[in-house]
């Protein structure tokens, strides 16, 4: 179990008084970094879970679930970009996942987002037309028929 601060602290000052280096004086910054998040792996993961969750919070009015249909299961919940052009946004910003919903707390939870399953984001997606690198009906029917080709290629194959 991970000592608290006091304990550090503590800790600190009886080495320092004793003239005991620290156990790892050559590492560098990244080697320091990589080995705290070995050791406390499983707190930083419950932070950034309870982070997630005050953020979903947020934009759920007041409850973690779906504006839409109140689905409740935090693997299923996402942040929705109301106006839609949310991948742009998210790469104006740099910042995805967790540096996401950081920024979003940063800047006084803009009201611009909601909270959304991911179903209701895919239907959203669909009635809005908001394919990322499928403009239009047509270019999703070019392939879906393109699709459909090779799915009968495939079969043929398998025949001869």
Known sequence: MAKSV???VRDYRERKSKGIKPIFRNETVAQRVRRYRRVHYDELEENRKLFKI????????GTCACVECG?????CLTIDHIEGSG????????????????????????GEFR?????CQW????KN??????????????????A?????????????
């Open 6 to 8: 006091a304990e550090r």
């Open 54 to 61: 005050e953020v979903l919070t947020h934009y759920g009015g």
């Open 71 to 75: 689905e409740n299961r935090n693997a």
């Open 87 to 110: 991948r742009k946004h998210r790469k104006a910003i740099k910042a995805e996942g967790h540096g996401f919903y950081m920024w979003l707390k940063k800047n006084g939870f803009p």
């Open 115 to 119: 909270t959304l399953c991911m179903n």
């Open 123 to 126: 239907v959203k997606r669909y």
């Open 129 to 146: 037309r908001e394919y990322n690198h499928l403009n239009t009906v047509a270019s999703v029917a070019s392939v879906a028929s393109v």
């Open 148 to 160: 459909k080709q090779g799915v009968l290629l495939l079969a043929l194959l398998f025949v001869a």
